[in-house]
């Protein structure tokens, strides 16, 4: 659930709109070079942000070992009778992405 909790906050985010310089620096956009940017939040408000790309979307899957048998997602209580339990987050594509 925290999984989850975490992608869907991240789907709201809005990041600052940036670019390279020649030089290799990272600048905001819409910014002067003497300007700084505003802490109230009016850059978000200005249209200065841009939504955070998620490419891909993880699943995070709980299976446990209990005496002979497979367990899939597995609640706190089962989980605590466990001899094992492993779990695995995959994206989109079914790449692991840690466990």
């Given at each position: 659930a925290?999984?989850?909790?975490a992608v869907a906050a991240l789907q709201d985010t809005r990041?600052?709109?940036v670019?390279?310089?020649?030089?290799?620096?990272?600048?905001?956009n819409g910014l002067d070079n003497d300007?700084?940017?505003?802490?109230?939040?009016?850059?978000a408000a200005a249209g200065q942000?841009?939504?955070?790309?998620?490419?891909?979307?993880?699943?995070?899957?709980t299976c446990g070992l209990y005496k002979e048998?497979?367990?899939v997602d597995p609640d706190h209580e089962e989980e605590a009778l466990m001899a094992a339990t492993i779990s695995m987050v995959l994206?989109?594509?079914q790449d692991l992405l840690g466990v």
């Open positions: 925290s999984l989850l909790a990041v600052p709109e670019h390279l310089t020649q030089e290799g620096n990272v600048e905001r300007e700084a940017a505003p802490a109230d939040g009016a850059a942000s841009v939504p955070l790309q998620l490419h891909d979307k993880p699943l995070c899957l048998h497979l367990v994206d989109n594509n």
